[in-house]
């Protein structure tokens, strides 16, 4: 039922590591190849805001505040995404959200997970 599934998030020290990834089961992999994906993030009490883009060329982009230490990928043969999160700080703590655009407009956002870095 769900379009977009994430997962990897937890609790980390500040300084430590993760790996989220963002699976789209629904998905055969002609279908998922050919779409432009992002993870998203909603710190609490915040708007959400964009991390990264990855598109279907594998153009990638970061929002400021991450670049240089997180690193979006895709494997579309198991129709993945992956945000590789390293050096991470406080304020990296959010709900973490996959995104998935169609080239017919359609959107879809994932369940969320939740990070925090804890000081």
């Known amino acids: 039922q769900l379009q977009l599934v994430e997962s990897g998030g937890g609790l980390v020290q500040p300084g430590g590591s993760l790996r989220l990834s963002c699976v789209a089961p629904?998905?055969?992999?002609?279908?998922?190849?050919?779409?432009?994906m992002s993870w998203y993030r909603q710190p609490p009490g915040k708007d959400r805001e964009l991390v990264a883009t990855?598109?279907?060329?594998?153009?990638?982009k970061y929002a400021d505040s991450v670049k240089g230490r997180f690193t979006i990928s895709r494997d579309n043969s198991k129709k993945r995404i992956y945000l590789q999160m390293n050096d991470l700080k406080p304020e990296d703590t959010a709900v973490y959200y996959c995104?998935?655009?169609?080239?017919?407009?359609?959107?879809?956002w994932g369940q969320g997970t939740q990070v925090t870095v804890s000081s």
């Open positions: 629904r998905n055969i992999f002609s279908v998922f190849s050919g779409t432009d």
């Open positions: 995104h998935q655009a169609y080239q017919d407009s359609r959107t879809y």
């Open positions: 990855i598109t279907s060329d594998r153009v990638t």
